[in-house]
């Protein structure tokens, strides 16, 4: 209990740019529920009263007045939903952008699954909005609902308003039974849900492999067993909930049928007054329901509550690397890399590393798959975080320099080569948003990309997209190169970039590259000998150990 208030605070956290709009809309449309079930017992009050009386002109203003009311709490819920959708959307784009920045930002978010950070990003915050939203809004109805019509019951007859509150607090008990169930249910199906994903993430991306080697039924089975786990959850969920719903129902008859016989017995005493029985009904069963929802609401937020813990597991990660603000002018003299030590969990990947590279040279990193050359090009890139004592760029640590200013120092190509969903001009130029048409052009030109991209029927604007229309590894590399060289930076790092070319244009591209060398300093990774052969120096990483070749 005490866990999850945390939580609803920390959500509320959220609402600090647009908390006035989100308060007023909260409080204006929390209380059309107790307005609609006042007016409505009133209106009853003064027809019976009229029409007891047998007095026209009092039953016609009964009618105006209720009709006027009904107007004036119409329009003060318009204003309140107004403000609530206002300030929700606003809650809604700093809580994804806040959790997009902190997961962009970490070097542990490389380490996961893609669906699992899409989960996180979507799903999970989709989720986590629902404390901010649906259930605690209908929390907060039911609270305001519950201390008005107690107050206007009280007012009229304070033993009914005993016996409400009674049921309303036995009922509140009963479903408080299933909020431990429905929080573990709720984070099952959240995990359940993350690991379906996955594995269908990974058949989507392997169904031609899967299909050639007859893995299909295999994979089948382990997909449908995945789902079956979520629908075992689910039934178990919608179980919990039958329960539930029948506790309202239960209570709500109670109340109903208590009520209507407490009060008969009290009109026929003469202790109350039939206009103002026929009131108390509505107002009663108001309240057995907005307690009855607090309980039922407080267990529907224990799978959003679940979702925002993992959240915060994100928002909470703290950044290991240490940056100060210093703007770097440019790369001039070198990088220096001091006895780095590098581990993955307790894995030494690279072990005593010293390396110096000077302005204009070509350095070539070589070794197996797995030896640590993309590892120490990411630490160099300042991707991985390390202790800030073993890089320097031109004599000045890591430690000193802001992250943007050191990633200005470089351009990058991977052998993954990722392009994303626009047109083939607009990947080239995010290597530089304030190029000119004709430098995208000479950057393709120089990267080998130009003449395939004028033979499309779209040119440059051709649409990057997967499917039959997608370009060959190729082709995806050559414009990768093109942005990387657009981009202008004075240190062009390349790991394991030409996998997915032919021999000539392999040649061709590694000529331009080290044409480009003067002024700017090349670092790559290659299994390429001939390509190794072409730098100034070559190290070979083994065992986490450079060695000079």
């Not at 989100?22 to 006042?38: D, E, K, P, R, V």
């Not at 009131?279 to 799978?303: F, H």
């Not at 072990?351 to 630490?379: F, P, Q, V, W, Y």
Request: hydrophobic share 45%; proline share 2%; glycine share 4%.
């Amino acid at each position: 209990m005490k866990q999850n208030f945390k939580i609803l605070i920390r959500m509320f956290q959220f609402t600090k740019n647009c908390r006035v709009y989100y308060i007023l809309g909260l409080i204006f449309f929390a209380s059309q529920i107790f307005t609609a079930n006042f007016l409505q017992a009133l209106f009853l009050k003064w027809l019976s009263a009229g029409a007891i009386s047998k007095n026209s002109t009092k039953i016609l203003s009964s009618i105006l007045s209720f009709g006027i009311l009904f107007l004036l709490q119409m329009g003060i819920t318009l204003i309140g939903i107004v403000l609530y959708n206002i300030s929700t959307i606003r809650i809604e784009r700093d809580l994804k952008f806040s959790l997009y920045n902190s997961y962009i930002r970490h070097s542990q978010s490389q380490k996961r699954h893609s669906v699992e950070a899409i989960n996180r990003l979507n799903v999970d915050s989709d989720l986590a909005l629902e404390c901010l939203k649906n259930q605690f809004t209908l929390v907060v109805f039911s609270v305001f609902t519950i201390i008005c019509s107690s107050i206007v019951i009280f007012s009229v007859d304070y033993r009914i308003g005993i016996c409400e509150l009674m049921i309303g607090v036995v009922s509140f008990l009963l479903h408080t039974k299933y909020t431990k169930p429905m929080k573990s249910i709720g984070e099952k199906i959240l995990e359940s849900n993350e690991m379906t994903n996955k594995v269908l993430a990974d058949i989507l991306h392997s169904n031609e492999a899967i299909k050639i080697n007859n893995y299909y039924k295999s994979i089948h089975n382990i997909y449908i067993k995945k789902l079956k786990i979520i629908y075992q959850f689910s039934q178990t969920k919608t179980v919990l909930l039958t329960y539930q719903s029948m506790i309202k129902t239960t209570f709500e008859w109670l109340s109903l049928t208590g009520i209507f016989g407490i009060g008969i017995y009290f009109v026929y005493t003469g202790s109350l007054d039939f206009p103002s029985f026929i009131m108390l009904p509505t107002l009663c069963i108001g309240v057995t329901d907005a307690i009855t929802e607090i309980g039922r609401q407080w267990n529907a937020l224990q799978e959003p509550i679940a979702a925002a813990q993992r959240v915060f597991q994100i928002l909470d990660c703290k950044e290991k690397e240490i940056q100060g603000d210093r703007e770097l002018l440019g790369f001039k003299n070198s990088i220096l890399i001091k006895q780095l030590t590098f581990k993955y969990e307790k894995e030494i990947i690279l072990n005593h590393i010293n390396l110096l590279i000077n302005a204009g040279e070509k350095i070539c990193l070589i070794g197996e798959s797995g030896s640590g050359k993309s590892t120490l090009l990411k630490i160099i890139l300042g991707i991985y975080d390390i202790k800030p004592e073993c890089l320097y760029l031109d004599n000045i640590p890591i430690e000193k320099v802001s992250r943007k200013s050191w990633h200005d120092q470089f351009a990058y190509v991977d052998q993954d080569c990722r392009l994303f969903h626009m047109s083939i001009y607009e990947n080239i130029k995010l290597g530089n948003s304030m190029a000119s048409e004709k430098e995208v052009y000479e950057a393709a030109k120089m990267a080998g990309c130009h003449d395939f991209i004028e033979k499309l029927p779209d040119k440059y604007h051709t649409l990057v997209k997967e499917g039959k229309n997608s370009l060959s590894g190729g082709e995806s590399q050559r414009i990768c190169i093109a942005r990387a060289l657009l981009k202008n930076a004075p240190i062009l790092v390349f790991d394991e970039f030409t996998s997915a070319l032919d021999k000539v244009t392999e040649k061709e591209i590694m000529e331009t590259i080290f044409h480009l060398a003067i002024p700017r300093t090349i670092i790559l990774s290659t299994h390429n000998m001939e390509i190794a052969k072409k730098a100034d120096r070559i190290y070979r990483v083994r065992d986490g150990i450079l060695e000079n070749i």
